[in-house]
């Protein structure tokens, strides 16, 4: 019997995308089937670089081609991803747009929303990192830039900084690190658009957009200027951070806003001492972020411990998801898949968020 490429095809149909539920060959994630004598060759198109599930697929599909076609073929499966998006006419070359929130200040956010682009970035997506923290912007010092001030390239657009492969821009490059910035709501909000559209973030496939805690006219400000594709809601798991948190996803999920949650991160969730790796303390109480994404009928993306060494690699301008082998490491990596997988299945499931109008009287 000859072997066609229809042949394999056929066989892949077997294969579900776990997230998506659907085959990879109606999906249209499987491209450049070629049939050469004993050997085969096709490349699969994951909906994202950081794919938990890569390895799985590859395996399916390999177990499919021979129980379907031929055991005693030689298959090559070569592995690659276009991120999904949903249509975004407004920062063209921007794939997904993830705001950061939380309820207050304290917790963590910006923080968590530097390892997880540095994590997303490890997985080979192409990331951005927005500080949109008017009143205390942080990324400079996370990240090793303070004190710098960015360049302009030819079409007088701000170029931004570039650490372990994440594009960089904050309202902390642009003012002395010592001034306070004392603005009221509308110099808040034009200093957000010229970060947005004055920046030249070029392609990307995640842009993370850091927010101040709470609820105000900073965001406002962003569902209005920007499509966002969804927000991550961050909290500690004492009762306080999560009824403040809980407002805080509630405003994205009011009916005029109507951005989707794509999960809740727990920080701060239990204490890891040094000499005793095997042992958890729950210094602040149990269970908070879980409760939280039930209540939001999302998904509880992870917890991130208390581990020495998250201090100090944050005051260094390192954080600590560029080491991949340690605890904190593993444990953004994992919340980053979680995060990618969301947004594929968000971008496959539901229409587009739209820019905020806001209805003048």
Not at 5 to 18: G, K, T
Not at 219 to 243: E, N
Not at 338 to 353: D, E, G, W, Y
Request: net charge negative.
């Amino acid at each position: 019997m000859q072997i066609t490429a229809e042949n394999i095809l056929s066989a892949l149909r077997n294969v579900d995308d776990p997230d998506l539920k659907k085959d990879i060959v109606t999906l249209g994630m499987v491209k450049d089937v070629v049939v050469s004598g004993s050997e085969v060759s096709f490349t699969v198109v994951l909906t994202t670089p950081a794919c938990p599930m890569k390895e799985l697929i590859k395996k399916a599909c390999i177990n499919a081609v021979k129980m379907f076609v031929d055991d005693s073929l030689e298959v090559t499966v070569n592995m690659t991803a276009n991120v999904t998006t949903t249509e975004n006419k407004t920062l063209p070359g921007v794939r997904n747009i993830i705001a950061i929130s939380s309820g207050k200040g304290g917790v963590g956010k910006s923080t968590i929303a530097a390892n997880l682009a540095v994590s997303l970035a490890n997985t080979g997506a192409r990331v951005g990192l927005l500080d949109a923290d008017i009143y205390g912007p942080s990324i400079p010092i996370l990240f090793g830039f303070e004190g710098e001030k960015p360049y302009l390239n030819a079409e007088n657009k701000l170029i931004p900084f570039e650490r372990h492969n994440v594009k960089l821009m904050s309202i902390g490059t642009l003012v002395s690190p010592q001034q306070a910035i004392v603005w009221r709501g509308p110099m808040a909000s034009k200093a957000l658009r010229q970060m947005i559209f004055d920046t030249a973030w070029g392609e990307l496939d995640y842009l993370l957009i850091d927010m101040p805690p709470g609820t105000g006219d900073v965001h406002l400000t962003l569902v209005q200027a920007l499509p966002v594709t969804g927000a991550v809601v961050i909290t500690t798991p004492q009762k306080l951070a999560v009824a403040d948190a809980r407002k805080g996803a509630e405003m994205f999920r009011w009916d005029q806003i109507n951005v989707p949650i794509l999960g809740v991160i727990e920080n701060m969730a239990y204490f890891i001492p040094d000499d005793a790796p095997d042992k958890k303390y729950y210094i602040f109480g149990e269970n908070g972020g879980k409760s939280l994404a039930g209540d939001l009928e999302t998904q509880l993306l992870g917890q991130i411990p208390i581990r020495q060494g998250i201090a100090e690699n944050s005051d260094f301008g390192t954080p600590v998801a560029v080491y991949e082998n340690g605890v904190l490491g593993e444990s953004y990596k994992e919340i980053a898949q979680k995060l990618a997988q969301n947004v594929a299945i968000r971008n496959a499931n539901f229409a587009p968020t739209h820019r905020v109008e806001i209805q003048k009287s």
